[in-house]
């Protein structure tokens, strides 16, 4: 985990944002692994049940100052870069919706580059 992240093919980075509370995790639906860390897995896909299903993990660390951010395969296990993808806009659509929602409830913070 960095104080900056990214997923993979995207341009922007963000940070935690210093703004954050554990209740606004909690309530975004990110979970508290054994660690004490957060998690977030959210499946991002297009609507049509022809093309495949990829989550948005994002992982926080306990102290709440590191992240790390992919998006996966639908069983969490392969980085893939959705940007590169053959049908990616319906993908990428949901993934921009997904991080503006965490970056206007004060989770995440676009950073400067």
């Not at 306990?62 to 639908?74: F, G, H, I, S, Y």
């Amino acid at each position: 985990m960095a104080k900056t992240a990214h997923v993979l093919g995207d341009s922007n980075w963000y940070r935690v944002n210093p703004k954050i509370k554990v209740y606004s995790l909690m309530d975004r639906g990110f979970q508290t692994s054994p660690k004490g860390n957060f998690l977030l897995q959210q499946p991002i896909s297009g609507n049509s049940p022809y093309l495949a299903s990829y989550q948005l993990k994002i992982r926080i660390q306990q102290d709440l100052q590191n992240l790390r951010m992919d998006t996966t395969d639908e069983h969490g296990l392969q980085v893939i870069n959705i940007f590169k993808l053959k049908d990616k806009e319906q993908v990428i659509e949901q993934y921009n919706f997904a991080i503006a929602d965490l970056v206007e409830r004060e989770i995440l913070e676009l950073v400067k580059k």
